[in-house]
């Protein structure tokens, strides 16, 4: 899960992290209102998901009441298009309106999960403002990294050694970066979060650490205890068939193609999408109905799949083990009457009562259904049908 | 010979009166399993509807059966603690069937298990099955073939459930047996590894050939295939899933996302052939690849 940058502005703000005043708005007189009360040079900035907004206008420098206006009514007005978003863009819903400080120097520094360490990792660089991707792979050199104890956490060691890294040598200067670091991991730890990242962070010529943009994911295994995190939750940067889907307990993503997949387990969806490619058709999405899939469950992803009006073929790979074939084969026949199938279903089963849901599909005598005998028999059958 | 577990294990499962834990014991009887009791706090001194004993804690079921595996089907939220209290016990090995555990639990249940000199298999997998001996975890026993008659025999490392079903289902058919079959899950961070898993069935008499199921998400693979390299002289087979998966999105599996350039079908694939590992292109034709190399 993901949240805006004003909220996790909020959040590092109520960790000790110090950031440059700011207001949240949500239309241009409210925008107007916002600069009266904090004057002088603003930053306003659309609150998306999607990055690439600088580039794309919904990032704007303003001096006065009248470009503050200007800047708020284009990026209401207009949708965001970034190579980020897609050709449709997005829309912004609210917009940050922040005190602009002048910068001396640019920071990264972010806390992320080290999956090969098993524990987190806090990274900082000098190179601050550019993508932390960029300068891994032109200068991996410049990021330095502290691994996290998993039950100690930040040591005030591994601290100084950040800021030792980050060359900030003045004493009151150093003192500050330990409170943003020590805020962030906090922030990390409190939210169970799998990226808290600030960049930049920046030092003023006066020689004040202020965190200018902040972004952050979370695990979306730990969010069920984080009430404030479920407040924070913005349906509306969400795909709303991945949503729907989520709450049927399917995972779905749609995809490019037109070949709809029906899957059972993660790993098999996936597989299923790369076996569909292999024989040169393209999958249109990852659906994974879960071991435990019911047939109301199963009628549901049918819906979903054919609610895509691009999908030409579908097909359906069950290895029954908990999930058994003859619950799949009663959805597949319950599906067709209720839904009725215009496009060709073919379906591969296996496992735990296989030869009962053949028999049941057999009866039902489906004319769309075309049974396969095994894996790559099912994506020639899938691929020859749409092509 | 077999890798883990064998016919004397002694296990208890945790969260035994659960409806996915109660089950399970229900199918890892029917399928041989020593199950020799359950835990479930508040429960202690009643019996299970298989009537096995329940006890209030790890502890009291350790002492009263001498168990050292725990199956534990514990909901997210208290999964790692209960994998850690099996640890506290005194266990050898816990399976954690869960799904859904938040990461940072299992960053310090590791940890917790690993001070311990605990092995943790999972979370968020099938389990672990050593075909006609005994199965501990949620997959179809039926399709696995035991080690008897002269049959070959595979040993099997998967991040997918289902996918491994898929090449237990393949090898099977072929006529193979498998030595040992192990779901490490789906999860970022977890417990047994490609790694410590290769290492076990290399050093296995009974396992003739290795077979390895990866997925994008991570560097294991990577870090396997150099492993195998160094130290593998079995054939190895493997498939990765998700070479059309997109970047960024978590394809079902916590584990599974391509995420700053990491974790690619593509750079798995690469690792792997490099280091002599047989990598089909189709999931479909691992069984076929591995009787190639097994003839």
Not at chain 1, 367 to 373: K, S
Not at chain 1, 379 to 387: D, L, M, P, T
Not at chain 2, 263 to 280: D, M, N, P
Request: with cysteine; glycine share 10%.
């Amino acid at each position: 899960m993901k949240i805006h940058e004003y909220q996790a502005r909020q959040l590092l703000t109520e960790a000790g992290v110090p950031v440059p005043e700011s207001e949240v708005v949500e239309n241009a007189t409210q925008a107007v209102d916002a600069y009266k009360k904090i004057g002088g040079k603003v930053v306003v900035k659309a609150q998306v998901f999607a990055g690439g907004r600088g580039k794309a206008g919904f990032v704007k420098l303003c001096d006065t009441e009248a470009e503050v206006k200007t800047a708020a009514e284009f990026m209401f007005a207009n949708r965001m298009v970034s190579n980020q978003t897609g050709p449709e863009g997005i829309e912004a819903k609210k917009l940050l309106i922040a005190t602009a400080v002048d910068i001396e120097s640019e920071y990264y520094i972010a806390v992320v999960l080290d999956r090969g360490r098993r524990c987190p990792v806090v990274m900082v660089s000098r190179e601050g403002g550019v993508e932390i991707e960029e300068v891994a792979a032109n200068n991996p050199n410049a990021i330095a990294k502290q691994w996290l104890h998993p039950h100690l956490g930040l040591q005030g060691f591994q601290a100084a050694e950040l800021i030792s890294a980050l060359g900030l040598t003045d004493k009151a200067q150093a003192k500050a970066a330990r409170k943003v670091l020590n805020g962030l991991v906090k922030v990390f730890y409190d939210y169970d979060c799998a990226l808290a990242e600030i960049n930049p962070l920046v030092r003023t010529p006066d020689g004040e650490i202020l965190a200018i943009d902040a972004k952050m994911n979370f695990d979306d295994s730990a969010v069920f205890r984080h009430p404030r995190l479920q407040e924070m939750f913005d349906p509306s940067e969400e795909n709303a068939m991945e949503l729907r889907a989520k709450e049927h307990n399917l995972s779905y993503i749609a995809l490019e193609g037109n070949i709809g997949c029906l899957v059972n387990g993660a790993g098999l969806a996936m597989a299923t999408m790369d076996i569909i490619k292999l024989h040169g058709g393209e999958p249109a999405n990852f659906l994974d109905v879960g071991g435990s899939v019911t047939k109301e469950g199963a009628i549901e992803a049918f819906r979903i799949i054919l609610s895509d009006g691009t999908v030409k073929g579908v097909l359906v790979n069950i290895f029954g083990g908990i999930a058994k074939c003859d619950t799949i084969a009663e959805a597949l026949i319950a599906a067709a009457k209720e839904i009725g199938f215009k496009i060709p279903v073919v379906v591969r089963l296996e496992g735990t009562n296989v030869d009962r849901a053949r028999e049941l599909l057999k009866e039902a005598a489906i004319p769309q259904l075309i049974g396969a005998a095994d894996l790559t028999d099912a994506a020639e059958k899938v691929c020859a049908k749409v092509a | 010979m077999s890798i883990l577990v064998d016919k004397n294990t002694k296990v208890i499962c945790q969260g035994i009166t659960g409806k996915a834990g109660a089950f399970h014991t229900g199918q890892c009887l029917e399928y041989g399993t020593k199950m020799v009791g359950g835990v479930t706090p508040g429960k202690g001194g009643t019996k299970s509807e298989h009537d096995l004993p329940i006890f209030d804690s790890c502890r009291a079921a350790v002492e009263a059966t001498g168990a050292d595996v725990s199956l534990v089907f514990v909901p997210p939220a208290f999964a790692a603690d209960a994998a850690m209290e099996a640890a506290a016990a005194g266990m050898r090995f816990v399976i954690l069937i869960t799904e859904g555990v938040p990461t940072l639990d299992m960053v310090k249940a590791r940890k917790y298990l690993d001070d311990a000199g605990t092995l943790l298999l999972g979370g968020n997998c099938p389990g672990i099955i050593t075909p006609g001996q005994c199965k501990i975890g949620i997959m179809p026993g039926y399709i696995h073939t035991p080690c008897e008659g002269g049959r070959k025999a595979v040993g099997i490392i998967s991040r997918s459930g289902t996918l491994t079903y898929e090449a237990v289902w393949q090898c099977s058919s072929r006529g193979f047996a498998q030595s040992t079959c192990v779901g490490i899950g789906g999860d970022p961070v977890k417990g047994l590894n490609f790694i410590e898993l290769l290492k076990m069935f290399q050093e296995d008499d009974e396992t003739d050939g290795i077979v390895m199921i990866g997925e994008i998400g991570g560097t294991d693979e990577e870090a396997a295939a150099e492993f195998i390299r160094d130290n593998v002289t079995k054939p190895v087979v493997a498939f990765i899933a998700g070479r059309t998966a997109p970047p960024g999105k978590r394809m079902g599996h916590a584990g599974a996302i391509i995420s700053g350039g990491e974790g690619t079908a593509e750079s798995k694939i690469a690792a792997l052939r490099e280091a002599g590992v047989k990598v089909t292109e189709s999931p479909a034709t691992i069984g076929e690849e591995m009787a190639k190399r097994l003839a």
